[in-house]
């Protein structure tokens, strides 16, 4: 115990110093503050000239002061003033005044005449120059002062911030200090706890004692507690039961005061309803009075207008009678009329289409309209059909015509106006009431893909429902990413979106919802990070993408669409990103059957802005779709962008069947897994053709009939479609040959691709071509002639059309060169490569346009007759003409050469015509030695197969 009274003096005072050194340091610190506030509030001193003050001023309180005037009680009070302040006496006060130094005798005369002396008075501006420089130095020593204060309160800063830090050590030394001293008083606590307790232990006896004698007093005053209770219960009862007698009898009272006035509403109600009755006994009688006066005054009225509608149909009769007469006059006479306005008309419309026909025979270097003939025309000497001016101009220069002619006229000598004449007579109008062979073949055609595309998308969604039944839990798959929780956040909120709104319109808040969670999604995924894009796989969101573009099919007509269209083309930018460059993720669409609904969405938006009509069927061109103007959709423009970069990544990354001796089985189970993947792949694009996707945007194609330079939103839904038909012919091509030749036989079509594009014409690409470059007819081509310079975006819808004939070409050439070879598509194509030819001779910058039409011009007329023979027919310069007079680089650049020479080949093999027109424009010394060269190379090719392959790597 003494330890712990020593330790606690001690303590107490350690504590005393430090309360004693902490208060010091509040004591500075506020001494500190105060001093800072009283520098801060301080004014700034009044800035004195070196020569005290102006003049001005001087004159200024001198005149003040002259024109003040006191009186004598003014004095008297001043002098009561100061005595007061001064406490002293009259005698004190004049002994003060002797001791000061009086005014000198004339003072005020001097100081008059020194105010009035004149070198005292000065001009304004003297005076103001004056000024100005005093002001400049008042100004320069207040900045001073400002300055020097500044010093000061820094240094007040910093001494209040160390005095301030002190403080805290202070505190902290203090609180830790009173940490350690509860600690001992707890102990200290504890000891004498232990010693009272033992205390408590002797006297436990004495503590019994004191309970008994306690509980003894205690149970004597409970008893007389007891006692008075029960007394004042008594008395509260008796109050109770008086209470409770007078409310009865006031109740009494209640209710007889309340019978009363029950009874006399009783006599009121009565006397009321008596009143009443009395009231609509006379207003009934007043109502049959007056309803049989307006009964009497109808019965006239009714009367009078029975005899007014008599008089009146009598003079309507008789005046239609006549205006019938004059009417059935004045309409034979405008009949009349308007047979003989037709008959002439159609007059000048037949010399019209003649003198075009006579235009287009003689002059075969002019591009024909593409218009279709309002009405058709018909070749009665080949039965031909004949829809616009460019197959006419085709049929009348083809060989079937010819052939027909000169086996109908054999035994006449006919000259070349003669065969005109003969020519135009059997190009007559066509009859309407026979049936087109080709609309009903089409007809049929489309009855069966629709019911192939309906067995299909059966198919597919059995297929999809099981594959996403047996695929592994989407939690275990994607591994580990930041990001996972995020997306799967974002994921789960569109999920609620499309549970709670379904397809009706959404609200504005959740498409804004919507709109960001996708906006989220998008720049997490705009990183092309492959396993953010694998992980938004497997956290399900592209499932949920899918059922945000299903509410596209789900709008028509007379239902609004659910979601506005910016909102869809976020969702596509969305789930493009996801898919781009990951095979993984592309795989997963094929095998879901995710891409059975992104056709049905494409087709749907294709079905709004092409609908089902006659004037947009893809065979009929007798629609006036001149003015058309190309439509475009931005959501169908994303779904293309979408469905082109799936079948892009496919066909690149695509499992293949390659022999694996070594391992049997494993080579057994790729080619299982090929198999697999090559019937999928083929089911979609099957599934693409049917639902006439293919057909809608040849429609679409065909109806461009003009410029695209000013519509960029055209050209853009024209190279995604584009894109879309060559993605899906590059995934055909590559699943579906053995080998890259384009030679080789190709006899099985499961998609339909290659029936649907020789339906179509090639999917009208040629009529777009046609029609985009060549709408006003051909320009004439001459050595000082300059092209107009195309629009990027034009220029890429034509390179995109050239690569996709190429593709075509690569899936199976006789269909290609067939199709470009019919009447009409063999002119349009013509015409196209000409003009490319000498478009990009003249803008070097598009070489690459040029080598695509070189190498699509070598697939038109390879190992073909007639097609070589159409790239040298019509006027020179003709194609054959134009690949002969390229630049010289195509003939001494090797890399070039490989480009020009091959297709220079392909339109003289076994035609002696062109091979003359060859010799005529270049040497065939240089295609001798460049095939040559290709045959040793060949041959080197067969002993060193292992170099081979490592210059075609390279």
Not at 482 to 503: F, H, M, P, V, W
Not at 790 to 814: C, F, Q, Y
Request: with cysteine; proline share 3%.
């Amino acid at each position: 115990m003494a330890a712990l009274n020593e330790e606690e003096t001690l303590t107490s005072e350690l504590e005393k110093y430090q309360e004693e050194a902490l208060a010091s340091a509040i004591a500075e610190e506020a001494n500190l503050t105060k001093e800072l506030e009283e520098e801060e509030n301080k004014e700034l001193e009044t800035v004195e000239t070196d020569e005290g003050d102006s003049d001005l001023g001087n004159t200024i309180s001198s005149l003040e002061s002259s024109q003040r005037t006191m009186d004598w009680n003014d004095l008297c009070a001043e002098f009561e003033e100061k005595r007061n302040q001064q406490g002293m006496s009259w005698g004190d006060m004049v002994d003060l005044d002797d001791n000061l130094e009086a005014r000198p005798p004339g003072h005020a005369l001097l100081m008059h005449e020194k105010l009035s002396s004149p070198s005292r008075k000065k001009t304004r501006a003297e005076s103001k120059k004056i000024h100005e420089e005093r002001q400049a130095q008042a100004k320069k020593k207040r900045e001073i002062m400002l300055e020097e204060k500044g010093q000061k309160l820094r240094g007040l800063h910093e001494r209040i911030a160390e005095v301030q830090a002190w403080k805290e050590v202070l505190i902290q030394q203090r609180k830790k200090e009173m940490d350690e001293k509860l600690k001992r008083a707890e102990e200290k606590r504890q000891v004498q706890l232990q010693a009272i307790v033992k205390k408590a232990r002797t006297e436990d006896i004495k503590a019994n004692e004191i309970a008994f004698i306690n509980s003894l007093e205690a149970q004597n005053k409970k008893i007389d507690i007891l006692s008075r209770h029960q007394g004042i219960e008594a008395r509260l009862q008796d109050l109770i039961e008086e209470r409770q007698r007078k409310s009865e009898e006031k109740q009494a009272k209640e209710e007889a005061a309340h019978e009363r006035r029950r009874q006399l509403e009783e006599e009121r109600q009565a006397r009321l309803e008596a009143m009443q009755k009395q009231r609509k006994l006379q207003e009934e009688k007043i109502y049959q009075i007056r309803d049989a006066r307006d009964r009497a005054r109808e019965a006239a009225a009714k009367e009078k207008a029975r005899d007014r509608v008599q008089r009146l149909s009598a003079l309507t009769a008789a005046q239609l009678a006549k205006e019938e007469e004059i009417q059935k006059k004045i309409q034979q006479k405008q009949d009349e009329s308007s047979r003989r306005h037709t008959e002439h008309l159609e007059q000048k419309r037949e010399k019209a289409v003649e003198l075009s026909m006579l235009r287009h025979y003689r002059t075969t270097d002019l591009a024909p309209q593409q218009k279709p003939y309002e009405k058709k025309k018909i070749c009665t000497l080949c039965n031909m059909p004949i829809p616009s001016e460019v197959y006419l101009l085709s049929h009348l220069k083809g060989r079937k015509h010819a052939l027909a002619f000169n086996e109908k006229h054999a035994d006449l000598q006919l000259s070349e106006e003669d065969r005109e004449s003969y020519s135009l007579k059997y190009i007559v109008q066509a009859p309407t009431d026979e049936p087109d062979a080709k609309q009903i073949a089409e007809k049929e055609r489309q009855k069966g893909l629709r019911k192939r595309s309906r067995k299909l998308r059966q198919r597919m969604s059995l297929r999809g429902k099981e594959y996403e039944t047996n695929l592994p839990c989407k939690s275990q798959a994607g591994g580990s990413s930041e990001c996972r929780a995020k997306l799967q956040k974002l994921t789960k909120d569109i999920n609620k979106y499309l549970t709670s709104e379904g397809n009706k319109k959404w609200p504005q808040n959740k498409i804004s919802a919507l709109d960001r969670a996708l906006g989220e999604i998008g720049r997490i995924l705009v990183k092309k990070d492959q396993p953010n894009q694998t992980l938004f796989r497997s956290v399900g969101g592209i499932s949920t993408l899918s059922r945000v573009l299903l509410l596209i099919c789900m709008s028509d007509d007379d239902k609004p669409a659910a979601l506005p269209a910016k909102t869809i083309c976020n969702a596509t930018n969305v789930l493009k990103l996801a898919i781009k460059g990951c095979f993984e993720n592309c795989q997963y669409c094929l095998y879901s059957n995710k891409l059975g609904p992104l056709i049905d969405s494409l087709m749907h938006q294709l079905q709004t802005i092409i609908p089902d009509d006659e004037e947009f069927s893809p065979l009929n061109t007798s629609g006036s779709s001149d003015n058309w103007k190309p439509p475009s959709d931005p959501v169908a423009t994303h779904i293309m962008q979408v469905l082109s970069s799936i079948f892009l990544c496919l066909s690149k990354n695509g499992p293949t069947t390659t022999s694996n001796p070594v391992n049997e089985k494993r080579g057994e189970a790729q080619k299982k897994k090929a198999d697999t993947f090559q019937q999928w792949g083929q089911d979609v694009i099957s599934y693409l053709v049917c639902s006439g996707v293919v057909d809608k945007l040849t429609t679409y194609f065909n109806g461009i009939r003009g410029t695209i330079d000013e519509e960029e939103k055209s050209a853009d839904f024209l190279q995604h479609g584009l894109a879309v038909l060559a993605a899906v012919t590059k995934f055909v091509t590559v699943t579906s040959s053995k080998s890259y030749d384009v030679f080789a036989s190709k006899h099985e079509d499961p998609t339909q691709l290659i029936v649907t594009f020789q339906a179509t014409g090639l999917g009208g690409i040629v009529s777009l071509l046609y029609g985009v470059l060549l709408h006003g007819g051909a320009p004439s081509r001459g050595d000082a002639v300059t092209p107009p310079e195309l629009p990027e975006h034009t220029l890429s819808v034509v390179n995109a059309g050239i690569r996709m004939l190429s593709n075509i070409a690569l899936l199976d050439l006789t269909i290609l060169q067939s199709a470009l070879g019919e009447e009409g598509i063999s002119l349009e194509f013509r015409h196209i490569s000409t003009y490319l030819i000498w478009y990009c001779s003249h803008y070097v910058n598009y070489s690459d346009l040029l080598h695509e039409v070189m190498l699509i011009v070598g697939y038109f007329t390879v190992f073909h007759h007639e097609n070589q023979i159409i790239v040298q027919s019509g006027k020179t310069p003709t194609l054959l003409q134009q690949l002969c007079a390229l630049p010289f680089q195509y003939f001494s650049d090797p890399r070039l050469m490989a480009i020009l020479f091959p297709t220079l080949i392909a339109c003289c093999h076994n035609n002696s015509e062109n091979k003359i027109i060859l010799e005529q424009e270049m040497s065939c010394m240089l295609l001798a030695i460049f095939i040559e060269e290709k045959l040793r190379d060949k041959e080197k090719a067969k002993l060193l197969p292992t170099a081979a392959k490592a210059k075609g790597r390279t």
